[in-house]
């Protein structure tokens, strides 16, 4: 089952374009450890690392540090499906 199915295209693409980025960021939490994700603000590195770790962006609020990296860093790849079956 396809959780994305039932976006709207203006959310599916906001998605993509979050994926898409140019920029690289390090975003580190104390439970789910750390993930390299594409970055073009820390809340859509922070959103990024919540889907790929498969929770909600809420849980890791507090504790959630992001850091930039060198251009050299290579990001993970975009979820296919959404980890937490929402």
């Not at 507090?62 to 050299?72: R, S, Y």
């Given at each position: 089952m396809n959780p994305y199915k039932d976006m709207t295209l203006a959310a599916r693409r906001a998605r993509e374009s979050r994926w898409k980025a140019k920029t690289c960021s390090r975003v580190v939490h104390p439970r789910f450890g750390e993930v390299i994700v594409p970055?073009?603000?820390?809340?859509?590195?922070?959103?990024?690392?919540?889907?790929?770790?498969?929770?909600?962006?809420?849980?890791?609020?507090?504790?959630?540090?992001?850091?930039?990296?060198?251009?050299?860093?290579?990001?993970?790849?975009?979820?296919?499906?959404?980890?937490?079956?929402?």
């Amino acid at each position: 089952m396809n959780p994305y199915k039932d976006m709207t295209l203006a959310a599916r693409r906001a998605r993509e374009s979050r994926w898409k980025a140019k920029t690289c960021s390090r975003v580190v939490h104390p439970r789910f450890g750390e993930v390299i994700v594409p970055h073009t603000s820390n809340y859509a590195a922070m959103l990024n690392a919540a889907e790929y770790w498969g929770c909600d962006w809420l849980e890791i609020i507090d504790d959630v540090e992001v850091w930039t990296v060198g251009p050299d860093a290579v990001p993970v790849k975009m979820p296919r499906h959404e980890r937490n079956g929402r």
